[in-house]
């Protein structure tokens, strides 16, 4: 069981630079108005590649989006062992069943120090990079456009994005270079994933592989934070 609820260790301490995949996994949420309403958006990249894994479009940020975003990464990433999972101290982050999950995975939980976004900054990077160049250009009348608008831009910046970080190389491509000189290790698994109904809108996985939810869309409170790094 989770010794207590207060024990929120920061095991990245801003060392964002990792020897290999699926060591450390980054997370945030961020919201998007839809039409008159808002829709909430939850990755997970991988620090060694900035990689997205996964992705997930909810109308509530609670921990069952937390839940599903992760489930969706760790069977995309072939169930990885030894991971750390860094995020910020969100509700939905530090929620109990979603600390459960983790530690039913034997997944390490890390969290940032509380007012510092510099602690998740490639995370709150990715968000600001999204809403440069992809939200700020898109007036989203559904939630299906705006899941087709956020899984065309994550395909871009994994396939075609290159980083200063990564030697110019993609997502991608920094991942496959990877392999080449480590073959025989696998990294990228992409089984379906069933989202229950109560829900998600829709939710992605890293390689391009989408699920997509049907569901009537209400009125939610913005909240989340962002950033760029």
Not at 40 to 68: N, P, Q
């Amino acid at each position: 069981c989770i010794e207590t609820d207060t024990y929120r260790p920061n095991l990245v301490k801003q060392n964002f630079i990792v020897e290999k995949p699926n060591s450390i996994w980054v997370s945030d949420i961020t919201y998007v108005k839809v039409n008159t309403s808002i829709a909430y958006v939850c990755v997970i990249i991988d620090l060694f590649s900035r990689k997205v894994v996964s992705h997930a479009v909810a109308e509530f940020a609670d921990a069952e989006l937390t839940i599903h975003t992760f489930k969706l990464a760790y069977q995309n990433r072939n169930h990885p062992q030894g991971l750390t999972f860094h995020s910020d101290q969100g509700a939905q982050y530090t929620a109990f069943s979603f600390r459960q999950l983790l530690l039913d995975f034997n997944v390490h939980q890390s969290f940032s120090d509380i007012g510092n976004p510099l602690d998740n900054a490639v995370a709150e990077s990715f968000f600001a990079s999204l809403k440069k160049e992809q939200f700020k250009f898109h007036f989203y009348e559904t939630v299906s456009e705006l899941e087709e608008s956020l899984s065309e831009y994550i395909d871009f910046y994994n396939d075609y994005r290159p980083h200063e970080c990564l030697k110019q190389q993609t997502p991608n491509q920094f991942e496959e270079s990877y392999q080449q000189k480590n073959k025989g290790e696998s990294i990228r698994y992409c089984p379906k994933i069933t989202v229950p109904n109560t829900l998600a809108l829709s939710v992605g996985g890293g390689d391009g592989s989408r699920t997509h939810v049907r569901k009537e869309f209400s009125v939610g409170a913005p909240g989340a934070g962002d950033q760029q790094h």
